[in-house]
């Protein structure tokens, strides 16, 4: 008798838990200090594209996942600036639809996924993008790691000079315009989940409004002729120094600039010659950029004569006459003499405000009458 058996083919197929999953980002912005409500949180306010590097870790071995890669904003599925910018192609191409999609309209080419394996992930974020940035961007997978240019190759930050300001004037607050406000995000060691990012400004930024105050009370044109802050520091390279909050720029000494507006610009009673005219109290003459630094006081009070140290200048006219004066910079801040209140920090990631009130006290006269002098009084006998 001849005895059969089945033949069993054994299968033993590797298989995962999950299927690979794409790795994806969401950002926000913390607000800049001193700031008002019309300050946005959302990047996609301030830059569509930012630069992204990450490494992993995986068999006690560390790879790159993301070096120089752009990630963009999509609000269509459509080419992009920086990101699917051939012709014809978009994110649904790899990502499947965006409009009700999982990784938040942040998207960038050739997916990356999650490495089921990997003991660790580093990812770290600067905005703007830039395809060769200048100066040069230096990023390692290190605590201290991200560099803005060096010693030799500084960025020059009057190149971002009073950008958020109309061809006019304006009552508004403006956050956007730009070239480079600089972002960074903290350092994220997310795994196997959407990578929320927050970006700082590591930047400074700086207003100058001017008021007209209630003191003034003529009827002549009241004309601001020229506002100048002087002195403000222009060149530096960043080193990231333990925390977002702490100062990482090195400025060159020596480097300074001025920012100056010399167009005439009537705070109040124009004349019927130019009837149309806005009347400029209560609008910001300056909206800029500048790097953090710290003002030391040299002088206190209204000046004739620049002083030695970062300044403020302002000249205006009443009529045909003219009114000029200097203050120290730091004393305009609160800063006086004392030794313990001399200097004034103005720190990356704050907003800072000087509302320059002008209106000289008028010059009101109050007569009174001098009593006849009463000498001697004499009384004569005439016969």
Known sequence: MASCSDTVKLNNDVRQDNQPEKIGFATYTEKATRADESNSVNLFDFYKTFDVYAWKTANNQVQDVFVHVPVEYFTKDTTGTYVYKTVGTKPSDEWGNISDNQYKSWFYESVRYWDKLATKYNFYAIAPYEETPNPALSIENDFTNIKIGDADHRYKVSSEKNLAKDITLTKDKKYYGFNKDYMLADKSSTKFQLISLEFH???????VMITL????????????????IAGLEDEAYFEYNTAMTKNG??????????????????????????ADTIQYSGYYWFQTLIFPQTLTCDTIGALTIAPNSKYLYIEYTIG?????????????FGCTQDANNK?????PGSEYTINIKVGPEPIIFEAKSAKWADEIEINPNVN
Not at 201 to 207: A, G
Not at 252 to 274: E, F, M, Q, R, W
């Open 343 to 347: 200097t004034y920090d103005m720190l």
């Open 213 to 228: 105050t209630d003191a003034y009370k003529g009827t002549q044109p009241f004309t601001i002729k020229n506002l100048t």
């Open 249 to 274: 720029w090195s400025t060159k000494n020596g480097s300074t600039y001025n920012l100056a507006d010399t167009t005439d610009y009537i705070l109040k009673n124009v004349p019927d010659s130019i």
């Open 201 to 207: 400004h590591i930047l400074t930024k700086f207003n």
């Open 320 to 332: 045909n006459e003219s009114f000029k004066a200097y203050y120290d910079l730091a004393y305009v």
